[in-house]
């Protein structure tokens, strides 16, 4: 049977390659999409690749995840410092999550410091680009045996 992974994106993220791009890259996140479907394929993961700019989809989408999934990889952008709905489905979840940003946030504005994901999420990486998704998906294969 095969696994499915959600990767699921948080808002502003469709606007990756000209918004910000000294910050975030020019990467879009169709080119990003791509990347992860093509790494997938190899692991034999399905993919579900999802963004909005609404917290409450992204928490239907993090619910759907708890019985069809064997992971989640979640950027949950600017709700990482906000939301504590997405924190509290997250940790519903009884899989690995891991919690990816483009930009080093540790080195950017000071409210950008806290994130709500990050003490329930399995791992976290931060400031290595679109890297982080395919570091996030290599262990989360390696965690599920893929």
Same mark, same amino acid.
């Given at each position: 049977?095969?696994?499915?992974?959600? &990767? *699921?994106?948080?808002?502003? *993220?469709?606007?990756?390659?000209? =918004?910000?791009?000294?910050?975030?890259? =020019?990467?879009?996140?169709?080119?990003?999409?791509?990347?992860?479907?093509? /790494?997938?394929?190899?692991?034999?993961?399905?993919?579900?690749?999802?963004?909005?700019?609404?917290?409450?989809? /992204?928490?239907?989408? &993090?619910?759907?995840? =708890?019985?069809?999934?064997?992971? &989640?990889?979640?950027?949950?952008?600017?709700?990482?410092?906000?939301?504590? $709905? &997405?924190?509290?489905?997250?940790?519903?979840?009884?899989?690995?999550?891991?919690?990816?940003?483009?930009?080093?946030?540790?080195? =950017?504005? $000071?409210?950008?410091?806290?994130?709500?994901?990050?003490?329930?999420?399995?791992?976290?990486? $931060?400031?290595?680009?679109?890297?982080?998704?395919?570091?996030?998906?290599?262990? /989360?294969?390696?965690?599920?045996?893929?």
């Amino acid at each position: 049977m095969t696994q499915t992974v959600y &990767i *699921l994106n948080g808002p502003n *993220l469709n606007l990756l390659g000209t =918004r910000e791009p000294e910050i975030y890259g =020019r990467e879009t996140l169709a080119d990003i999409e791509a990347r992860c479907r093509t /790494l997938c394929e190899g692991h034999g993961f399905e993919l579900m690749f999802l963004q909005s700019n609404h917290e409450g989809q /992204l928490v239907d989408w &993090i619910q759907e995840a =708890r019985t069809s999934a064997c992971g &989640i990889i979640i950027n949950p952008a600017a709700y990482t410092h906000t939301s504590v $709905a &997405i924190r509290d489905a997250l940790s519903a979840c009884e899989m690995p999550i891991f919690e990816v940003h483009l930009s080093n946030v540790h080195a =950017r504005e $000071a409210f950008r410091h806290h994130s709500y994901v990050s003490a329930i999420a399995t791992g976290v990486i $931060a400031g290595f680009g679109s890297f982080g998704y395919v570091a996030a998906l290599e262990k /989360l294969a390696q965690d599920v045996g893929a």
